[in-house]
C-alpha cells in the first residue's frame, strides 16, 4: 500500500505569501522609520531689531543769545521793537528781532514756517512784514536786504501765505543747530485810532524732514 507524500501546493502558496507579507511590512515598518528620521532634520534663525525715536526741539531767542522754549500762546517771547509800539501815530513803522535754532540734541533737520497768527484787543489798521535776515539787526535796512517770509503790507490778523525754510540740526549732534534770524517790521495805517491797543502772537512750526 502505497502513501501519498505530495505535499499541498496550496500550503506552500499560503507560505510563500506570508513571507512575502512579512517583507513587505518590514519595508513598511523600515520607510516609516526613515520619514521620522528625516523630520527630525530642523534649523532656525532669529532676527530682531531695536527702534528708538530721536528728539526735536525747537528754540527761540529774542535777542540772539539767551534762549528758552515759548511753546504756548502763553508763554509767548515778548519782541523788542527798536521804537515804542506803544506810542504809534499814523505812518510809524517799528521793527524787533526773532531768532530760532534746533535745540541742542535733536536729531533730525526741519522745515520751518509762521503757521498762525492771534489777536487779543484791538490790532486793525496796523500791517507788517516779516523777512529772514543774517544777523540779529533789525531795521528798515535789514528789511530791504532781506528775504520775504510774509509779504509786506500783510494785516496783523494774517500771515498771508508764509514762505517756510529749512533749519539744520548740530553738527555734532549734541550742538544746538544754525540760527536763522527773522525781522518783524510792523506799520501803523492812516485809519489807526487814538489809544487803541492790542497783542498779536506768531506760531512758529518745524517739521522734521530726516
Not at 527761540?60 to 502763553?74: K, P, Y
Not at 540740526?169 to 544754525?178: D, F, I, L, V, Y
Not at 489809544?195 to 530726516?210: C, M
Request: proline fraction near 3%; include cysteine.
Amino acid at each position: 500500500m502505497s502513501t501519498d507524500q505530495s505535499v499541498d501546493p496550496t500550503g506552500k502558496t499560503n507560505s510563500r505569501r506570508r513571507k512575502v507579507s512579512a517583507l513587505l511590512a518590514a519595508g513598511l515598518v523600515l520607510g516609516l522609520g526613515a520619514t521620522a528620521t528625516l523630520a527630525a532634520w530642523n534649523d532656525s534663525e532669529y532676527a530682531s531689531g531695536t527702534f528708538s525715536a530721536g528728539t526735536f526741539d525747537l528754540e527761540g531767542s529774542t535777542n540772539g543769545t539767551t534762549w528758552a522754549q515759548h511753546a504756548s500762546v502763553g508763554a509767548a517771547a515778548t519782541l523788542s521793537f527798536t521804537v515804542n509800539p506803544a506810542n504809534l501815530a499814523p505812518g510809524d513803522t517799528v521793527y524787533a528781532p526773532f531768532a530760532l535754532r534746533l535745540a541742542a540734541n535733536t536729531s533730525t533737520d526741519a522745515s520751518l514756517t509762521v503757521s498762525a497768527v492771534t489777536q487779543t484787543g484791538t490790532v486793525t489798521n496796523l500791517t507788517y512784514t516779516l523777512v529772514r535776515t543774517s544777523s540779529i539787526t533789525c531795521n528798515a535796512g535789514a528789511v530791504t536786504g532781506g528775504t520775504v517770509v510774509i509779504a509786506a503790507g500783510t494785516a496783523l490778523t494774517s500771515i498771508g501765505t508764509p514762505v517756510g525754510w529749512t533749519q539744520t540740526k548740530g553738527s555734532p549732534q549734541t550742538s544746538a543747530g544754525a540760527t536763522q534770524f527773522v525781522c518783524f517790521a510792523v506799520t501803523a495805517g492812516s485809519g489807526l485810532e487814538q489809544g487803541q491797543t492790542g497783542t498779536a502772537t506768531w506760531q512758529f512750526t518745524a517739521t522734521s524732514t530726516t
